[in-house]
């Protein structure tokens, strides 16, 4: 099986801080498959760092007021593209981003507050038919994986 990971996830330092978000056994549980890594916001022409960006009211703007949504929507599609090239089926993506949330996002304040949502590429991959986890959802991965 072909899935998108989170390029953070796999260790590189691709995050708007510049660091990474490595997750231990990750490597155990994907090795059977065909990864493919992703950085939505990377693709899109963002800096590495930069400054951390939410969404609100239907745009995602920097912390320091910058609208960067349409790097964001270049991203989002890069990363529909990379998924309709390789075959991806399924995804795991940064939880909480304001890319890759498929859950949470925070709530455009940069108050730390969280809100139901979904970051621009999670929700054009899952439009596109593609399965969205995050790494907190590793235990029903596994599961759709051992299926």
């Known amino acids: 099986m072909t899935i998108l990971v989170s390029a953070c996830l796999l260790g590189r330092p691709c995050r708007y801080d510049g660091t990474a978000r490595g997750l231990d056994g990750l490597g155990e549980l994907l090795r059977d498959h065909t990864v493919v890594p992703i950085c939505p916001e990377s693709m899109g022409g963002l800096t590495i760092p930069r400054p951390p960006a939410e969404q609100k009211d239907g745009r995602v703007v920097s912390r320091d007021g910058t609208d960067v ?33 498929s859950t949470q996002i925070y709530d455009g304040t940069f108050t730390g507050r969280l809100i139901p949502g979904e970051g621009i590429a999670a929700r054009g991959l899952r439009e596109m038919g593609v399965e969205v986890f995050d790494e907190t959802q590793l235990e029903s991965l596994k599961e759709r994986l051992d299926s």
């Open 69 to 101: 949504t349409e790097a964001f929507r270049r991203g989002a599609q890069q990363a529909c593209r990379r998924a309709q090239e390789s075959g991806a089926t399924l995804a795991l993506l940064k939880a909480r981003s304001p890319s890759c949330g």
